[in-house]
RNA sequence: GGCGCGGUAGCCAAGUGGUAAGGCCGGGGACUGCAAAUCCUCUAUCGGCGGUUCGAUUCCGCCCCGCGCCUCCA
């Protein structure tokens, strides 16, 4: 099945295409492991887990590259705050991202490489970009890519080259000239950091100097290690790079102009941006009290495969409204998708453990769920996908006469809960008996039983409405009944 | 200012040149003494005004409203 995406270059829903006899190479933007990464970021990476395990389920073999940058302003800033080397403070977020990720269910990339790890890949690129006229030593020591040395730049954003180099203010109204000195134009941005007092021990030997030929003491700058371990990873030129809208400019923008000029290959085929998502239907920001990491959302209660189908309600170049209320409704949907599985695998005669066993993709029909599968297909339409699943469920059990129909419907049915990553029948260990019963509730729902027994339904009624008023409800069963927590 | 996106039922959200998926919530019905659960079922002419067309929610133009990027924020 070919596999249709929006690309960020041309603007256009275009076919990705795999290479015969080569993995399908992917490189996504990963966290800078500063603190616990929020709702936004895990949004984004849940998209690309659906893209690479969707890629998996097409036979494209993906190979999926996600970095970690620790290194930067913010991680050497506030690993200096806390009085942890940059090392230890890095390490720390990076296994609570990897916690997160775990809890989302999202799959691990192939590799995941760190910056401070592939510094000498970084330091090559740049003297090869010096080398070659695209870079050169600014005011202050550090080193600076020319932006006007490469003439496709602004291709991937769409901006106009000559309005960049001439942009005297940035969005915020502010100057854009505070180092004109030490730049030669405002848009070159710098690729090597020269050392700062406040770097503290955070230095490393970077690329030699020109003229002196000694190596210039610094950190790498942003935009580097990304082009520098992409292509180590997976080539000069490799198939879908990837990451949040706010990173096509100019941070992808600055790969690309360092990556193709350093090797005059086209450094990335498909570029796809994953739309920013609103919170409560306001920009996400702690002032505004809608500012949530994933463990603020587990901590209320929410369950993570529910924040999980919530985050795929919403198309990924669409804006998305995320709320509360949203992982609720997620939450019923996810049980009405299990309990509408539930008379498939009766009569196939499996087990849940035997279904969240399969392990896909299977090749063949997927009957039913060939919808949901192509809205997949198509641009990675999630949210149609899912209307599409939730009606397969549905007609899958009405249709299936025999066990083998089942059977094949709930491969295929596990085949597209395995690209969008919804872990069914998962939540089973929440389960509540930890409440204790009062012994005067549990009194009341006795008489109560009682009354019921003897007919007299109205003190069984008065009884109930006790018990509510109370905050709790008395569930009956033909021999007996239980008493929850309303 | 430059580039771009969106406005579809109470909420979330697909989609199509020929009168609109799905989910949540809510209503009605069946079934249970009641309740819960379950099952069935119901709820939109697609921001406004023009144009193209046999026909537009879907194409074009204008307008109104909301939003994003251009800030080392995914």
């Avoid at 990897?98 to 799959?107: E, I, S, V």
């Amino acid at each position: 099945m070919v596999i249709k995406l929006h690309d960020t270059l041309s603007r256009e829903v275009k076919a990705l295409e795999k290479r015969a006899g080569e993995p399908y190479k992917v490189y996504v933007c990963g966290p800078t492991v500063y603190g616990p990464a929020h709702i936004g970021n895990f949004i984004t990476f849940t998209r690309f887990d659906v893209l690479y395990r969707t890629l998996k389920v097409a036979g494209y073999e993906p190979y999926y590259v996600r970095n970690i940058t620790d290194v930067d302003d913010k991680t050497i800033k506030r690993s200096q705050e806390e009085g942890l080397s940059l090392q230890a403070f890095t390490e720390k977020w990076t296994q609570k991202f990897h916690d997160d990720c775990a809890a989302l269910n999202l799959l691990e990339p192939d590799v995941e490489p760190r910056a401070t790890e592939h510094l000498q890949e970084q330091i090559d690129l740049v003297e090869k970009l010096i080398e070659k006229g695209n870079a050169y030593v600014g005011g202050d020591g550090s080193v600076y890519y020319r932006v006007t040395s490469f003439a496709d730049y602004g291709k991937l954003a769409h901006f106009d080259p000559e309005q960049l180099r001439t942009q005297d203010t940035n969005s915020a109204g502010t100057a854009n000239l505070a180092d004109e000195y030490e730049r030669e134009a405002v848009a070159d941005f710098a690729l090597w950091k020269a050392q700062k007092a406040d770097d503290g021990a955070n230095s490393w030997p970077g690329p030699r100097h020109p003229e002196t030929g000694e190596r210039i003491a610094g950190r790498p700058g942003w935009h580097l290690e990304c082009s520098a371990m992409s292509m180590r990873y997976l080539g000069p030129s490799f198939d879908l790079h990837g990451g949040g809208e706010d990173l096509c400019f100019p941070h992808h923008e600055n790969e690309i102009a360092q990556s193709e000029a350093a090797t005059g290959e086209t450094f990335c085929r498909h570029w796809m941006h994953s739309t920013h998502l609103l919170v409560e239907g306001k920009k996400m920001s702690k002032s505004l009290g809608n500012f949530f990491t994933i463990e603020d959302l587990l901590e209320k209660g929410y369950a993570p495969a529910a924040i999980r189908l919530a985050f795929l309600q919403g198309h990924y170049r669409q804006q998305f409204n995320f709320t509360l209320s949203g992982i609720d409704a997620a939450k019923s949907g996810l049980e009405k998708l299990e309990k509408g599985l539930q008379p498939l695998l009766e009569k196939a005669g499996m087990s849940r453990e035997q279904f969240t066993g399969l392990v896909p993709p299977f090749a063949e029909n997927l009957g039913a769920f060939q919808n949901a599968w192509n809205a997949l297909c198509h641009d990675l339409n999630t949210p149609a996908a899912l209307g599409s699943l939730f009606s397969a469920v549905k007609r899958a059990s009405k249709q299936a006469e025999t066990a083998e129909d089942a059977q094949a419907a709930l491969r295929a049915a596990a085949t597209l809960l395995f690209a969008l990553g919804l872990p069914l029948f998962a939540a089973q260990e929440a389960e509540p008996e930890a409440v204790e019963v009062p012994s005067d509730i549990a009194e009341l729902a006795e008489r109560r039983w009682q009354a019921k027994q003897s007919k007299d339904f109205a003190t069984a009624d008065a009884l109930r409405a006790e018990l509510t008023e109370k905050g709790w409800q008395v569930l009956d069963r033909k021999d007996g009944y239980d008493v929850v927590q309303a």
